[in-house]
């Protein structure tokens, strides 16, 4: 430390300030102290003696060090990893916002003759730091040039905040680690996972539904912030790509919505029905007159498959005749809704197709909905049975 008594170098300084220190009375401000005196010398235990000169400010520090640019750095991060980890339990809770800054610096002593710092090192780190939110780091523009250039983890830590202008009318661009709001989210995760603990009943289930709420916006605002970054490291091409992305995807959005708006559509039901009375079969089927079906008959040729001439409950039941038993009726109650195929043979819609009339013996059936895998069954009827098929593609 003699050898640089007296002499002006750069070196980086990092400030910290307790938020609304003055406002607590004396033993909430005692207790504030002490929690950050340790969390402070937690920081910079790794840091030699020679290498460092600590400010007490009354309601924060400023410390520079003369060595690595990154003890600086080291240290606002054990800083800010104490305040979440215990701070945030403890009552009243330590709200510490932190600045960094590398720039010039005069050694001198103090009236107790102890190493002192003054400049403009000292005094942008101060101005920095109050551009802060609680718990947040904000580091000089000179600091990130030189820190991020070390390796490619320290650049990635940073995210431009833009230009931020001091009482003195002075311009500071300033980057962060973390973002606004950050501290004081985990805040309230530690809160609500206290709440959760003690809470019983109809108060936990509520807490519960705090902290997934709460999860499902951390998230959201981290996508936000990747896509934000993506968009700043790109170039004008790329940017100019992202844009009408983001414009196509906009207006299918409010185009789906509107149509969703605007449309009148009947009930599915007859929905349906009105989709299978549009079709050709259909419209010949309801065009004719409803005939008696014809008198069961013997014959020796191979078991042939008809439709009847006539509609029963609107077009609901399809009628299978053979001569090689007595018919049967299979009862369908399909969700939302299927094709029936009998023996490879389509012969509807279920809804509204609601009864087959089928004649004993050993039948294949299937239902088929274009989103979801085919259902298949092999059912063997007895003459005069009623049976009753029920699925699900939900």
């Given at each position: ?15 910290l ?14 207790s ?24 007490d400010?009354?309601d ?11 003890d ?15 701070g945030v ?39 920095v ?20 250039r ?39 995760s530690?809160e ?18 705090k902290?997934y ?32 992305v ?69 077009a ?8 090689t038993?007595?018919p049967?009726v ?16 389509k ?12 004649v ?19 059912i063997?009827?007895k ?12």
């Amino acid at each position: 430390m003699e050898q640089r008594g007296n002499k002006t170098i750069v070196c980086s300084v990092f400030f910290l300030d307790i938020v609304e220190y003055s406002k607590k009375s004396v033993s909430g401000q005692i207790s504030l102290k002490e929690r950050f005196n340790a969390f402070l010398s937690i920081a910079i235990r790794d840091v030699p003696v020679a290498d460092r000169i600590i400010l007490d400010t009354g309601d924060g520090a400023a410390i520079s060090f003369l060595g690595d640019i990154e003890d600086a750095l080291q240290a606002a991060l054990s800083v800010r990893s104490s305040l979440l980890g215990e701070g945030v339990r403890m009552e009243p809770p330590l709200l510490v916002r932190m600045g960094v800054n590398l720039g010039p610096v005069r050694l001198v002593k103090d009236i107790n003759d102890q190493p002192n710092i003054v400049g403009d090192g000292i005094n942008v780190a101060q101005r920095v730091m109050g551009f802060a939110d609680p718990g947040q780091i904000l580091v000089s523009r000179s600091y990130y040039d030189a820190v991020s250039r070390l390796s490619q983890e320290y650049a990635g830590m940073f995210h431009y905040q833009g230009s931020r202008t001091d009482k003195h009318v002075r311009e500071h661009e300033v980057y962060a680690i973390g973002y606004p709001g950050d501290f004081t989210t985990t805040q309230r995760s530690v809160e609500i996972e206290d709440e959760i603990e003690h809470a019983e009943g109809v108060k936990k289930i509520v807490a519960l539904s705090k902290r997934y709420w709460y999860e499902f916006l951390r998230q959201a605002a981290g996508y936000e912030r990747h896509a934000v970054a993506v968009f700043k490291r790109a170039t004008k091409q790329q940017r100019a790509v992202f844009a009408g992305v983001a414009a196509l995807v906009l207006a299918t959005s409010v185009l789906a919505v509107y149509k969703l708006a605007h449309r009148s559509e009947p009930e599915p039901e007859k929905a349906v029905i009105a989709a299978v009375e549009k079709t050709e079969p259909a419209k010949q089927i309801l065009q004719t007159p409803p005939a008696p079906a014809p008198a069961p008959k013997v014959v020796i040729k191979p078991p042939v498959e008809k439709k009847i001439q006539g509609v029963k409950e609107s077009a609901r039941i399809r009628t299978l005749e053979d001569t090689t038993g007595g018919p049967a009726v299979i009862s369908l109650a399909i969700l939302p809704w299927g094709e029936i195929y009998l023996d490879g043979k389509k012969q509807g819609v279920s809804p509204p197709l609601m009864e087959l009339q089928v004649v004993a013996g050993r039948h294949t059936l299937e239902i088929r909905n274009s989103t979801f895998p085919v259902h298949k069954q092999v059912i063997r009827v007895k003459p005069g049975a009623n049976i009753k098929i029920r699925h699900s593609f939900q």
